[in-house]
């Protein structure tokens, strides 16, 4: 039990473009999802916090505007990359959370994104 | 200084070695602890999760958390190379479902 998928795996995307991200609990419903980035031989770095059905909660210094944050059902959190730029290549990880307690959040395999 | 302090390693040990990997944190208001193990390229796994202070076992692993010394550890009997990985310390605090990482301890486990 507790799996989370992440679609794609990998992407590229040329500058300026956006790439939308999807996180998936596929074996139980997610009442919170959590994105974050990982820099290479770093540590996961939370980005937002979103609840199904309201609005994300983003961390300080993490543009709303730029990561766009989805949670529209239970099973399903997206997480769209807008006007993409080659600093926003990076490793991103969704977990999500609301199998037995919260705070045991569960991690996709990730999604490899790099910005040309 | 960071909240978790965590030794990046990297920690190489012979198969069959007693592995010990531990974090140290300066927020006395963590009440939860995670231990995950993630491959390279990979997302993590949860591996331990405890609450407030005391052991935890599942099968290999056991996990400490000395709450007065603001000290967690990981233990790994009978190592195997398919357990080199990168460990992750997590915490939270009440109230926060925001999990706090250690920056991971790489493990190379040698046949």
């Known amino acids: 039990g507790a799996v989370v998928s992440q679609h794609p795996s990998r992407v590229i995307c040329k500058s300026g473009t956006s790439v939308k991200i999807e996180c998936r609990s596929l074996?139980?419903?997610?009442?919170?999802m959590f994105w974050y980035r990982q820099f290479p031989k770093q540590s996961l770095m939370l980005m937002a916090t979103?609840?199904?059905?309201?609005?994300?909660?983003?961390e300080q210094g993490v543009e709303k505007d730029k990561f766009l944050i989805n949670h529209a059902s239970l099973t399903l959190s997206t997480l769209t990359v807008t006007s993409a730029h080659p600093e926003d290549s990076s490793f991103y990880i969704c977990?999500?959370?609301?199998?037995?307690?919260?705070?045991?959040?569960?991690f996709g395999p990730g999604t490899r994104l790099t910005v040309t | 200084q960071k909240e978790v302090e965590q030794d990046p390693g990297p920690l190489s040990v012979p198969e069959g070695a007693i592995v010990s990997l531990n974090c140290t944190y300066s927020?006395?208001?963590?009440?939860?602890f995670m231990w995950y193990r993630q491959y390279s390229r990979k997302g993590p796994e949860l591996l331990m999760y405890?609450?407030?202070?005391g052991n935890k076992e599942d099968g290999r692993f056991t996990a400490q958390v000395d709450k007065s010394s603001k000290y967690i550890s990981l233990f790994i009997r009978d190592s195997q190379p398919s357990d080199s990985a990168t460990y992750l310390c997590?915490?939270?605090?009440?109230?926060?479902?925001?999990?706090?990482f250690g920056s991971g301890t790489r493990l190379l486990v040698r046949p």
């Open positions: 405890t609450y407030s202070s």
């Open positions: 927020n006395s208001a963590f009440q939860y």
């Open positions: 979103s609840n199904e059905g309201s609005k994300a909660t983003y």
């Open positions: 997590a915490m939270a605090s009440g109230g926060s479902y925001k999990l706090i």
């Open positions: 074996d139980f419903q997610a009442t919170t």
């Open positions: 977990s999500a959370a609301g199998q037995g307690e919260a705070y045991e959040q569960y």
